[in-house]
């Protein structure tokens, strides 16, 4: 059994899903349908899409403090500027993008600590946030409306597209060749280095990705809640690194798996729906929130024993 | 000179000077007594709980405790509840902010050593738990602290103010625990390298439990003070100083690498970070511009600090 579970790690997170959406059915059946699944997780869309960004950056074993503060000013661009005019808005995006590959760059040229400076980026993509939209407003365009909410026969849009997101990500990261050279940076850098790579560009890579999966979470978001506001998903970044790790993802050596990390935001989503079915006070939400982390890290610790000895240390 | 420029600390002093300098520019030096005395207060609570996250960081890559504001708040809201506005309770309240402290910390550390999770992930899930705590035990009530309590916390002493000093000694008790304890060398050893430290027979886990320990117990602090100095908890009260803790601890030229600390930076940090904020004000930018300019500076401090030392 534990072997079974080592061997294959997706098989936790994907059991914990299994197990957490058997408990939800049973105690609200009215759950187990189109409509109910769509509703379960509807939300997970744009925190999958937040997830894979964050996994981007862990994959270059950086961490981002910022994807909250990113993914609010993409969703604020989507609702003003994309709506009102779309070429400027695609520009905007695109420069969003753009703007994450220079900061890789950065960070890699001068050495600098990821953590602190995409801290100091949080300030500046909430400040322009703020400047775009200075209060809660704007309007998602139509045709993303339409795609966020289309119901697609046979199996809900949040299904597909979460299904669709893990499939991109696992070719882009898995299957792909530069993916692997990627994941090979977060390995061990200086050995990618030496076989001829230059590590700069692919760590822009990395994180024009992560901005690009950003900026996709801000529009998917916009889809759905058809406003924005400068603050709309700061929660992100917390539950982004929850999810990553969830997924089986690691903070160190490249290891991470992108279904897995969409396995852990659909877990994430699910815990919030099973909790409010619990009738549990909202004072305890949160905190049986962590408590479900911290449980399902337990498991994996019971089937997936490490032999790392200094415990804890990443 | 060379020395001193040479000391990453100072860069984060400098920055604090030049936004103090900068403002007094615009007023035509009115008012620099009051600014001083504002960024000492306010800059006093982001220096205690930046004291502890400065600890935990100095153990080295990975280790930073999220769970700072969830303390904060959890010590604040429960050590105002115990005291219940009667006087003569303050330090009945201050034992109970720091067995909060203690509680959270080794609860952490549990998790940590325990189920073996990275500290982000542990501090991240348990602070969840300590939220709730907080939410369960508050039901928005707003107890008030007794009088002398609010007295002492946003009062003065030789013009100081009493949460400054309170900072500065807890900053030299730290500062002393570091360069001159045993326990202080253990830590910078267990930092620079946990698996040689451990070979050379320093007790690691006791190094880092204690760590995890005294970070909780400077936020638990830092939680009651500011809930006294404001007239009561809140529930968000802890929320800035996530990011404020780390902020300070990197603008003030501790390696985030680990393994080497430097309290006076954290003071500067916590000045600057106050000062910037109302310098901007005074300059009359906008919310947005604002930070947009703060996080600029931050990268630029970190940029300068880190291109300037020297590198091993």
């Given at each position: 059994m534990r072997r079974l579970f080592s061997k294959y790690r997706i098989l936790l997170p994907l059991v914990s899903l299994a197990l957490l959406l058997v408990a939800t059915f049973y105690m609200q059946p009215r759950t187990m349908s189109y409509f109910g699944v769509n509703l379960l997780f509807n939300l997970a869309v744009p925190i999958a899409l937040a997830t894979i960004a964050q996994m981007c950056i862990m994959m270059v074993e950086d961490i981002d403090l910022s994807v909250g503060a990113f993914v609010s000013l993409a969703a604020c661009v989507t609702a003003t500027l994309l709506n009102d005019q779309p070429a400027l808005g695609v520009a905007v995006l695109a420069s969003l993008v753009a703007a994450y590959a220079v900061m890789g760059a950065v960070i890699h040229r001068l050495e600098l600590p990821a953590i602190v400076v995409t801290l100091g980026m949080s300030f500046v993509w909430g400040g322009l946030a703020l400047f775009i939209l200075p209060t809660p407003g704007g309007a998602s365009p139509g045709w993303l409306r339409s795609l966020m909410t289309s119901t697609p026969p046979m199996v809900p849009m949040a299904v597909v597209a979460s299904v669709v997101i893990a499939a991109v990500a696992h070719l882009l990261i898995i299957r792909s060749g530069i993916g692997t050279v990627l994941r090979g940076v977060g390995g061990n850098a200086r050995s990618v280095a030496r076989a001829g790579w230059p590590v700069i560009r692919l760590k822009a890579l990395a994180y024009g990705l992560a901005g690009l999966f950003g900026v996709l979470a801000g529009m998917a978001l916009v889809g759905l809640t058809t406003s924005a506001d400068a603050n709309i998903a700061l929660r992100y970044t917390l539950l982004s690194i929850a999810g990553v790790i969830l997924g089986g993802g690691e903070f160190t050596g490249g290891k991470i798996s992108p279904v897995g990390a969409v396995i852990g935001a659909l877990t994430l989503t699910l815990a919030a729906s099973f909790l409010s079915f619990l009738r549990l006070s909202p004072d305890w939400q949160i905190g049986a929130q962590g408590a479900i982390l911290i449980i399902v890290l337990m498991a994996r610790l019971l089937f997936t024993r490490r032999n790392t000895r200094d415990g804890g240390g990443i | 000179m060379s020395t001193l420029v040479s000391r990453p600390w100072i860069w984060s002093w400098l920055a604090a000077g030049g936004a103090f300098l900068l403002t007094m520019l615009l007023t035509d030096g009115r008012g620099a007594g009051e600014l001083a005395y504002a960024a000492l207060s306010f800059g006093a609570f982001a220096a205690i709980v930046g004291l502890g996250q400065m600890m935990v960081i100095t153990l080295g890559p990975g280790n930073v405790d999220l769970s700072i504001p969830a303390v904060m708040t959890l010590s604040g809201t429960l050590a105002l509840k115990a005291m219940g506005s009667v006087p003569g309770t303050e330090l009945w309240g201050l034992g109970v902010a720091v067995a909060v402290g203690l509680g959270a910390g080794g609860a952490n550390f549990a998790l940590i050593?325990?189920?073996?999770?990275p500290p982000i992930i542990a501090t991240l899930a348990a602070s969840l738990v300590y939220q709730s705590v907080a939410i369960w035990s508050n039901r928005g009530l707003r107890v008030r602290p007794p009088e002398a309590l609010a007295d002492f916390a946003t009062g003065r002493a030789l013009g100081i103010p009493n949460v400054a000093l309170v900072g500065l000694v807890l900053a030299v008790v730290i500062w002393v625990a570091l360069e001159r304890s045993i326990w202080g060398r253990w830590l910078l050893a267990s930092g620079q390298n946990m698996r040689a430290a451990r070979l050379a027979g320093v007790p690691v886990q006791m190094v880092r439990a204690v760590t995890y320990l005294a970070v909780s117990v400077l936020a638990a602090v830092a939680g009651y003070l500011l809930a006294s100095f404001s007239g009561g908890a809140s529930l968000n009260m802890g929320q800035e100083y996530l990011l404020m803790s780390i902020a300070v601890v990197v603008i003030g030229g501790t390696s985030i690498a680990g393994g080497n600390s430097n309290v006076p930076g954290v003071w500067g940090g916590a000045l600057f970070m106050f000062l910037v904020v109302s310098m901007l004000n005074s300059y009359g930018f906008g919310a947005g511009v604002r930070l947009v300019l703060t996080g600029s500076i931050i990268i630029g401090i970190v940029i300068v600090a880190s291109t300037r030392r020297a590198r091993p």
């Open positions: - | 050593y325990l189920l073996r999770l």
